[in-house]
């Protein structure tokens, strides 16, 4: 069965700074999909970037960065110029491959709590 | 697009009482729907998976008979706690999928959730 470990309950950055989150993961699937999600104190899921197992590039969304690293199963958001609204939790989920009408399942991480300061 | 609607946000109930909860997509045919549980400071767990006019899948450990979904149509799943007690209060978020998007795999797309306090 897949797992996914996120391994920093809390974290948190000084504005404008950059902040690394941690993931790893664990499958035995070759083809499968990483995603990092954002729920605000709203609690609405965000998604914020996903990537491609089948892609080497990583995956870049204006401010926020990944580090795929799939031999290592791992997966890293970084978060630049880090602003006052990215404060909330961040989940890392795994999705492996599924056929178009079935849906594929999320498996979540545990979440990282990031707090952005003044 | 791809906006998910979920009814009521807020829900209390007294202990033994059955809630209903509606999770509806609004621009999108949803052939997969997935309801989640999510207590506080805490992640979310899969409770069901469930693909229109067929039976849901149930996670290990949740109980079907407490909590019935049913995806009548391309657009809405319902989730049924029944006789609820306590210990059933959480968040229950609701995701839904319209098949594979530009980058060939099943986005979900997520509800705003219900909180429900059972008393």
């Known amino acids: 069965a897949q797992t996914v470990t996120q391994s920093q309950p809390e974290m948190s950055v000084q504005e404008a700074e950059t902040v690394t989150l941690s993931c790893t993961y664990d499958?035995?699937?070759?083809?499968?999909?990483l995603f990092w999600y954002k729920q605000p104190p709203s609690r609405q899921m965000i998604l914020v970037i996903r990537?491609?197992?089948?892609?080497?590039q990583n995956a870049t969304e204006n401010r926020f960065s990944v580090n795929f690293q799939k031999a290592a199963k791992s997966f890293s958001l970084k978060i630049s110029d880090s602003q006052l609204g990215d404060t909330a939790m961040y989940f890392c989920?795994?999705?492996?491959?599924?056929?178009?009408?079935?849906?594929?399942?999320?498996?979540f991480g545990q979440g990282t709590e990031l707090s952005v300061k003044p | 697009g791809a906006v998910v609607s979920q009814h009521p946000s807020r829900v209390i109930c007294k202990s033994g009482t059955s809630v209903k909860i509606e999770c509806r997509s609004l621009?999108?045919?949803?052939?997969?729907m997935f309801w989640y549980r999510q207590f506080p400071k805490q992640s979310l767990m899969l409770m069901a998976t469930?693909?229109?006019?067929?039976?849901?899948?149930?996670e290990q450990g949740v109980e079907k008979d407490k909590f019935l979904i049913n995806h009548a149509s391309l657009t809405l799943s319902t989730l049924t706690v029944t006789s609820a007690h306590p210990e059933d209060s959480s968040f229950y978020i609701c995701s839904a999928s319209g098949g594979w998007t530009s980058g060939g795999y099943n986005e979900q797309f997520f509800g705003p959730g219900t909180r429900l306090t059972v008393l």
């Open positions: 499958t035995s699937e070759s083809n499968y999909y």
């Open positions: 621009d999108f045919q949803a052939t997969t």
């Open positions: 989920a795994f999705m492996e491959s599924a056929p178009y009408n079935q849906g594929g399942k999320l498996i």
């Open positions: 990537q491609e197992a089948y892609k080497q």
């Open positions: 469930s693909n229109e006019g067929s039976k849901a899948t149930y």
